[in-house]
């Protein structure tokens, strides 16, 4: 007997679709930029900074889907997130890349909105924390899976740059066509929003968002390319820190979300961004690429703790906002994404470690935001504004 399709499978398949298309664009991104465009830390600037403009227009999406099922919307955004990787390596120019890299970010963005406003959702609050971390687990084990593909590919069959993405993205296109022929259109608890929605009571989760873009740009964009300009990592070498990085996503996300339920928001963002404030300013001063291989690890690691910021916003939103809000915070994400692999790019080009301790103090601004997170988040306790010594209630 079939057992009957759940939103929480489709989420899991979703979770398998997404890194066998962007995590492949992601690994050999660098190397082949350099090695096939020849580019430079300023072209990577520019590159990364187009690839977040659709994120910044993530409000669009908003009005799209007065017109399209929010789920049907998401697999169609999967469909073009693998046609933009699936056609990378045909235009290996600037111009090229910029489109090709366009497309798949229309696609990644879109999808990412409409991802997390559908967790938001299906997932119940009171396992919202844990099942979101088992989500990033098993996209994590997908990751694992292309990244030893790629270094095998590498290393041992000798595959070129198109028959790697041919094989990635073209599987995450058969699969995402599986999903849109075998899952019936899941309804959703509560009608959304179909306008924007920017209110000054979620004031907090906009600017930790904020700054949760702005940071990000360090490790996706400089980090990564450190590694292969400054310590002369090659693919396979870039494919193996990935490998690491999900080996411990794989093994700690869920258990990682299990102990934001249990510690609260709060002191878990407190925790993550005393960390990235340390690793940002190794990076600047790093000159062993074994310990620089170390921070990129522990870099990557605090990701999974960026649950305590989404599931913050779930404890405190009304449920009908939340499809809308998911669109506008990304986009509010995305403001400083824009800007900042451009501008940080020409800072490179002077001082790279400048662009690392900017990523320092970026860390201890959302540390000082994070201060004002209640100890238990709800619709009446959504601010704490006492930063500094306030007793901690006894059922925190």
């Known amino acids: 007997m079939i057992k009957e399709k759940t939103p929480f499978q489709l989420l899991i398949l979703m979770a398998i679709a997404m890194p066998l298309s962007f995590a492949s664009w992601m690994t ?24 977040e403009i659709p994120g910044f227009l993530a409000f669009t999406a908003i009005f799209i889907l007065a017109l399209l099922h929010e789920q049907r919307f998401a697999l169609i955004s999967l469909l073009l997130l693998a046609v933009g990787v699936l056609a990378t390596p045909f235009f290996p120019s600037t111009l090229g890349l910029l489109f090709t890299t366009f497309v798949m970010s229309v696609g990644f963005h879109y999808f990412e909105t409409l991802n997390q406003s559908l967790k938001w959702q299906w997932l119940k ?10 989500l990033i687990a098993v996209g994590s084990l997908c990751s694992l899976a292309v990244y030893s593909f790629i270094w095998v590919a590498d290393n041992l069959l000798q595959l070129n740059y198109t028959q790697i993405y041919l094989a990635t993205a073209g599987t995450a296109l058969l699969l995402v066509l599986y999903m849109i022929l075998a899952f019936p259109m899941f309804s959703t608890p509560i009608e959304q929003h179909k306008k924007i929605i920017l209110k000054k009571k979620y004031w907090l ?62 002191r878990a963002l407190m925790i993550e961004y005393i960390g ?32 305590a910021m989404k599931t913050y916003f779930q404890k405190i939103a009304e ?43 970026m860390a201890v601004t959302s540390l000082v935001l994070s201060r004002f997170i209640p100890y238990n988040p709800n619709p009446e306790n959504r601010v704490d504004f006492y930063l500094f010594n306030k007793p901690i209630p006894k059922d925190a």
């Open 125 to 134: 609050k009171e396992q919202a924390a844990q099942q979101m971390g088992k």
């Open 205 to 266: 989760y906009y600017a930790l968002t904020f700054m949760s873009g702005a940071r990000r740009q360090i490790f996706v964009v400089f980090a990564g390319f450190m590694m292969v300009e400054k310590f002369g990592y090659d693919i396979g070498d870039i494919a193996m820190l990935y490998l690491i990085n999900h080996l411990f996503n794989f093994f700690f996300a869920e258990r990682i979300g299990a102990w934001i339920g249990r510690v609260g928001e709060r």
């Open 28 to 51: 050999l991104l660098n190397n082949f930029t350099i090695e096939v465009a020849q580019f430079t830390g300023q072209e990577i600037g520019l590159l990364q900074s187009v690839r």
């Open 276 to 307: 990235l404030a340390l690793v940002f300013s190794g990076y600047a001063l790093v000159n062993d690429p074994y310990a620089a291989a170390t921070l990129y690890v522990v870099d990557h690691l605090f990701f999974a703790m960026a649950i």
């Open 319 to 361: 449920p009908e906002d939340m499809a809308a809000t998911a669109a506008v915070s990304f986009t509010i994400n995305h403001i400083a994404a824009v800007v900042i692999p451009v501008v940080f790019g020409a800072i490179w080009l002077v001082s790279p470690a400048m662009v690392f301790l900017l990523g320092t103090s």
